[in-house]
């Protein structure tokens, strides 16, 4: 789906990844999960491109998730896999997390499982082989996308800023639908490993100015980080 020029998603508010395209090439952001594979396909061929194009996957953390179809486009076109250190043995399947779901209610958990169970979440495809990166850093793939540490949902979460598609992937150091309550608009996500520290680190957003505020789970948010991050608070406390 097209969000923006170059910008594109993948997915739907239950998980989603995304598409920076340019003339150089694709860069990946997030790789949903690994039955979104076709969802990947068929917005490739729609833009006349294939994954022979895509230049690289940045993830924003090494959940289940948001490893999908990495491991695919590694193994089978090449495409290196950027990924924290400090979540590097995550993605590669060495440190398993056991998640803390706190508030439910049915009919979100339900369509989240359902979706997810459609889609093969419900087994993880970890990678063999990662590249690993550290706040700070511009990475040479197409859309120059800068790295910003936001450690808390896990200690080497990030989100991604891609000032040519006027971008920032928050993957889930926020949401703006909660997966296990419905509750909508920008709120601390769940299943994070220090909710403190999380909330802490939205600090470092502060001097990034953007449109779109682009999370793994939840509408795409147009409104800007500096509004996003303020809600976020707001439903924390």
Not at 144 to 165: D, E
Request: overall charge negative; proline content about 7%.
């Amino acid at each position: 789906m097209k969000l923006d020029h170059q910008l594109h998603r993948i997915g739907n508010d239950i998980v989603a990844a995304y598409l920076v395209v340019t003339d150089e090439g694709i860069t990946v952001i997030d790789a949903g999960l690994s039955g979104q594979w076709r969802d990947l396909l068929a917005e490739l061929s729609g833009l006349g491109r294939a994954p022979a194009d895509i230049r690289g996957v940045v993830l924003t953390h090494g959940d289940g998730d948001h490893l999908g179809f990495a491991e695919r486009l590694r193994r089978e076109h090449g495409v290196p896999v950027y990924i924290h250190e400090a979540d590097a043995a995550r993605a590669r399947g060495e440190v398993k997390v056991s998640p803390t779901f706190g508030r439910v209610r049915p009919g979100p958990i339900a369509r989240f499982l359902w979706y997810a169970a459609r889609k093969g979440g419900l087994r993880t495809t970890y990678l063999t082989e990662v590249q690993e990166i550290t706040a700070g850093q511009v990475l040479d793939l197409p859309g120059a996308p800068r790295i910003i540490g936001l450690p808390g949902h896990s200690p080497g979460s990030v989100a991604v800023h891609v000032p040519a598609v006027n971008a920032l992937f928050v993957g889930d150091a926020l949401t703006t639908k909660h997966v296990l309550t419905g509750q909508e608009g920008p709120q601390p996500a769940p299943f994070t490993d220090d909710p403190e520290q999380a909330l802490a680190s939205l600090d470092e957003l502060a001097q990034v100015e953007c449109k779109w505020v682009l999370p793994g789970h939840g509408t795409p948010w147009s409104g800007g980080v500096s509004e996003a991050v303020i809600r976020v608070r707001a439903a924390q406390g």
